[in-house]
Nanobody
Framework: QVHPVESGGRRVRHGDSLRRACVVS????????MGWFRQAPGKVREFVAA????????RYAESVKGRFTVSRTRDKDPGYLQMGGLSAEDTSVYYC?????????????????WGVGTQVTVAS
């Protein structure tokens, strides 16, 4: 029943910024963490960013640190992934995921509820 839903895909230009939202519907637990992952064609799904249930603790992959910001309000939706300084390397399908707990963890296997993904394309 738990189903994260990302906001729709977008095509942007190099250097642009973009904010995507994630709403986790049908929750059956009071506390959860929210993670963001991405997967490009032919590549494995990789960790991008995560935020704890409180919204106070965050983690970032080195590839996006300083450019992306993940946020949420404690026990409320939506959460957000603010992306800045976008380049072609950021072109990917972005997934929002949720898990029980406080965290935030950064491992793929730590998340059990996944959105269907949203396409972010950064044009040359």
């Amino acid at each position: 029943q738990v189903h994260p839903v990302e906001s729709g895909g977008r095509r942007v230009r190099h250097g642009d910024s973009l904010r995507r939202a994630c709403v986790v519907s049908g929750r059956t637990f009071s506390n959860y963490v929210m993670g963001w992952f991405r997967q490009a064609p032919g590549k494995v799904r990789e960790f991008v960013a995560a935020v704890s249930w409180s919204g106070y603790n965050t983690r970032y992959a080195e590839s996006v640190k300083g450019r992306f910001t993940v946020s949420r309000t404690r026990d409320k939706d939506p959460g957000y992934l603010q992306m800045g300084g976008l380049s072609a390397e950021d072109t990917s399908v972005y997934y929002c995921a949720a898990a029980k707990g406080y965290g935030p963890p950064s491992e793929l296997t730590d998340y059990e509820y996944w959105g269907v993904g949203t396409q972010v394309t950064v044009a040359s």
